[in-house]
């Protein structure tokens, strides 16, 4: 019995441990359903313009992943359902074992007193006590046996209850595992339709090389002069601060400092610069992903969103300059200490140079392109004038 119980406690205990991990890979599979229906929302809106672009391009691509690791998530779950079905299995087993071990001592007890009915007499038994101290133990004895009995009748039927409780769950894990399975295969043929999808746009934009390489060296120069008018700011945030120009003074006053501090304490766990969003292009060198040879230096992350998504701050700051680029194109930066967060590919702005702002302070709408359908936020983050990746600091 203590070896049952042993064995039953190690099981109950792994057991545990698989429906935790299993809980984890739930929340993970989610999560990653809900970025494939933002990732599908995102493609609706370039598929409405009715050109192959880029960002449809990236887009795809990024689902393909996120379908990747969905697939091998279930893949996961299968496994851990598998080994909670096994377990199930070999403590219905026990159960069972210990079950024909009770019946088996509840039988010969039965037995046992039926014969001893046939020759014994629990009154005359009493009775015949020499005094009251032993009547008292011949009574106490008599019902110890009847409890005992009683006892294990009542442990019989809880062990048939757990045997049937355990047959229940075992069906619910196999029913689940054949479900996951299910939803496994489906993956699966919607990715090889979404890898096929994939080929048939490569093969499209590949036909347009010297647009892409137009749109390209366009997208580059428009990327410079963001850049020299945030390198511009830099250099005039530490002017102020400092006639010499050393970044060591950036966050020259306590509060600076504090909320440098904070914000540094914050990493990882900041809230996305948009409500929904799918990183399409990644921070620093990223190959192009159409044209061969062709490497593109990111200094944020390129954020794909749905239509009319507001833009709101990742932190506490001041908005340090809203800048209007000559293609209408706004961009806003956020002074966090000696920390600068930049947003930029607005539409419309609602803060302007100078005010305060609180984390998720919407900062404006989210830029939709007429000539693909997308909505894609640039988001960098700076560190005085040391880019940062982004992706590192925002809550996964």
Known sequence: MRLFIKICFVLLTFSSLFAQSRTELQKRKKQLLEEIELSNSVLDQTLAAKNVSVHQLKALKQKIAIRSQLIR??????????????????????????LDLLKISYSKLVLQAYKSSRHFNRLLFLFSSSDFQQAYKRLFYIRQISKYRMFQAAEIEQKNIDLEKSIVVLKNQRSIKQ?????KRLENQ???QEQAQESVSLATLAEKEKDLKKELKDKRNKRKTIQKEIEKIIAEELRKVNDSGSTKAFASTPEAIALSKSFTANKGKLPWPVAKGLVISKFGKQKHPVLSGVVIENNGIEIATESHSTCRAVFNGKVSTVLSMPNGIKVVM??????ISVYSNLSEVYVVKGETVSTK?????????????????DFQLWKVSNKLNPQKWLKE
Request: proline share 2%; charged share 20%.
């Open 361 to 377: 302070s919407p900062l404006g709408i989210v830029l939709t392109s007429q000539h693909d359908g997308s909505t894609m936020l």
């Open 190 to 192: 919607l990715l090889n």
């Open 334 to 339: 956020v002074r966090h200490g000696e920390y």
């Open 179 to 183: 479900n996951l399975i299910s939803d």
């Open 73 to 98: 998530t279930i893949q996961k779950e299968v496994g851990y359902i598998k080994e909670e079905v096994q377990m199930s299995i070999r403590q219905q087993e026990l159960l069972v074992a210990d």
